[in-house]
């Protein structure tokens, strides 16, 4: 199970670099499909299936880039949140 994680993990990365590079699908393909789990590596099918999957977040991570104040995890939004509860506390005694 471990390599499965480590799979999608090396793929998400591969893929975003390529994003950001603006590659090709053929090149994308080509990146990703070097990935294996325990020796074997993933259909051309199941590659495309994941890199369409990827594309449905497209959008959101477009408007991450444009806002320099995006948080893109929850553990950053709880900080921030607990900044602002603390600074505004802070602000109130000081």
Known sequence: ??????AARQINK???ECE???DSVDVTLDKISVVKV?????STMMLLEIMHKFLDGFEERERARSNK????????QEVQNKYSDVADKWNKIH
Request: with cysteine; charged share 30%.
């Open 69 to 76: 104040n995006y948080i893109d995890t929850d553990a950053e």
């Open 1 to 6: 199970m471990k390599e499965m994680i480590d």
């Open 20 to 22: 950001d590079r603006g």
């Open 38 to 42: 325990h020796g074997c590596v993933f």
């Open 14 to 16: 591969i893929l975003h």
